[in-house]
């Protein structure tokens, strides 16, 4: 079945510096990726939607400067966090459309963000 | 706009009985499309329903049943015969038409414990 590899599970940064997460399609071709966000025991948060070779939609009030999101392959996209502050300690899991079949979307396993 | 409404924080269950997680939806699309997700505390997201809006038919899936209601639009999900592995947050999440670019938005989320 399709496969999405997410990496990494997770990080520790400083605050101030940047992480870039990736999310990579193993056996398809992922020519959307949605990007969510999703705080401990609450629901997941859709930061944004890419499209390779475009410039992804960002949602209503997600900072399109810190949340840099780059789909530059069919197989490869990418979050990165500028400049993370611990409030942007979260889990971000990226889901990728498989196919145009209705049901068909694949998650990543996820990242846990830990900002110190 | 598009909203997915789960109203149960949590929900306790004993083992080998059945369980109904609620969820409701607001969309002013025709064609679109409900899914139920299981996240155990890993963070993985498992797919487990999905229920087309044209679907006449209930969609089932081994011990996982969903319970549409279009008039009323819900889409409950029923587990039967529930297991200790069950333990879990169970989202539900809609695909809208066409115009929505595909993406999945999700309830609030529903912590389900199984007690032996």
């Known amino acids: 079945g399709a496969v999405v590899s997410q990496h990494p599970s997770r990080v520790i940064c400083k605050s101030g510096t940047s992480v870039k997460i990736e999310c990579r399609s193993l056996?398809?071709?992922?020519?959307?990726m949605f990007w969510y966000r999703q705080f401990p025991k609450q629901s997941l948060m859709l930061m944004a939607t890419s499209n390779e070779g475009s410039k992804a939609t960002y949602e209503q009030g997600v900072e399109k400067d810190k949340f840099l999101i780059n789909h530059a392959s069919l197989t490869l996209s990418t979050l990165t966090v500028t400049s993370a502050h611990p409030e942007d300690s979260s889990f971000y899991i990226c889901?990728?459309?498989?196919?145009?079949?209705?049901?068909?979307?694949?998650f990543g396993s996820g990242t846990r963000l830990t900002v110190v | 706009a598009q909203k997915i409404t789960q109203t149960q924080p949590g929900m306790f269950v004993q083992e080998k009985e059945a369980v109904t997680l609620d969820c409701t939806y607001d969309?002013?699309?025709?064609?679109?499309?409900l899914f139920w997700y299981k996240q155990p505390s890993s963070g993985e997201m498992i797919f487990l329903i999905y229920?087309?809006?044209?679907?006449?038919q209930n969609a089932t899936e081994g011990r996982y049943s969903l319970n549409f209601q279009k008039a009323r639009k819900s889409a409950n999900l029923v587990i039967s015969a529930s297991q200790l592995g069950d333990s879990a947050m169970y989202f539900c999440a809609m695909r809208g038409g066409y115009n929505q670019g595909g993406k999945l938005i999700f309830g609030q989320g529903t912590e389900l414990s199984v007690k032996p």
């Open positions: 889901s990728a459309r498989t196919s145009t079949s209705l049901r068909g979307y694949t």
């Open positions: 229920q087309g809006s044209y679907d006449e």
């Open positions: 056996d398809f071709q992922a020519t959307t």
């Open positions: 969309t002013s699309d025709q064609s679109y499309g």
